[in-house]
């Protein structure tokens, strides 16, 4: 069964440093979503692609994220500087129409 | 107008028994309704959706009741196990080129054995 693939699972960092999170979606599928799930809640749209391009990033704080997906396949989502309050699990998920399908995630700890 | 709104934040229940979740929204241009599982340190699982063409839709232990009218949509989960035990999402979306999923707070389910 396809999955989205995500590393790594877990990431313990200080704040001030630079992070990068890897995500590889199903195959064949176009769209590419990063979601922020804090502990207790609901994911949270980060950023979300078409193919190569961003079709949204408004929620994306830009001072310090970037997202890319340079060949319309794999993406990266970095963090510089971290900051404490950038724990949580990060989710990637794609689609193909209407449904999206997660990753496992990756857990970020700022300490 | 983006809000989903879900409730109850928890719910305890025995084996055997049907828990309910409910999610209320306010957008009118919302046209799917996908529940979500998640189980501690994983990603969320697409659980079953319904189109507002449908008022019901049952896979499985797992059935959405759906009120366009009242902008109200359930899971309801039959003959619930331990192993349901889990938290759980509902979502919704719109169409367009930039299909989003809103999520609701989630509901923390515990089936007893």
């Known amino acids: 069964e396809a999955e989205v693939a995500q590393s790594p699972r877990y990431k313990i960092t200080e704040k001030s440093q630079a992070v990068a999170f890897w995500c590889d979606p199903i195959s064949g599928h176009a769209t590419l979503y990063w979601y922020r799930q804090i502990l207790g809640q609901g994911p949270e749209l980060l950023v979300q692609f078409q193919d190569e391009s961003v079709v949204d990033d408004s929620q994306l704080p830009k001072d310090r994220f970037s997202a890319e997906r340079l060949k319309g396949v794999d993406s990266t989502l970095k963090i510089q500087p971290a900051e404490l309050g950038d724990s949580a699990m990060y989710l990637c998920?794609?689609?193909?129409?209407?449904?999206?399908?997660f990753g496992p995630g990756t857990r970020l700890t700022v300490l | 107008q983006q809000q989903v709104k879900q409730s109850p934040q928890s719910l305890i229940v025995q084996k055997g028994g049907i828990p309910i979740i409910n999610c209320a929204y306010e957008n009118t241009a919302f046209d799917y309704f996908p529940w979500y599982q998640q189980f501690p340190g994983k990603g969320p699982a697409l659980l079953i959706a319904?189109?507002?063409?449908?008022s019901e839709k049952k896979e499985g232990r797992f059935t959405i009741s759906f009120n366009k009218s009242a902008k109200q949509f359930s899971l309801h989960i039959m003959d619930s196990q331990p192993g349901d035990s889990a938290t759980y999402f509902c979502?919704?979306?719109?169409?367009?080129?930039?299909?989003?999923?809103?999520f609701g707070s989630g509901t923390q389910l515990t089936v007893l054995p």
């Open positions: 998920a794609s689609s193909l129409s209407f449904e999206q399908f």
């Open positions: 979502a919704a979306s719109k169409g367009g080129s930039a299909r989003q999923l809103t």
């Open positions: 319904i189109r507002p063409d449908v």
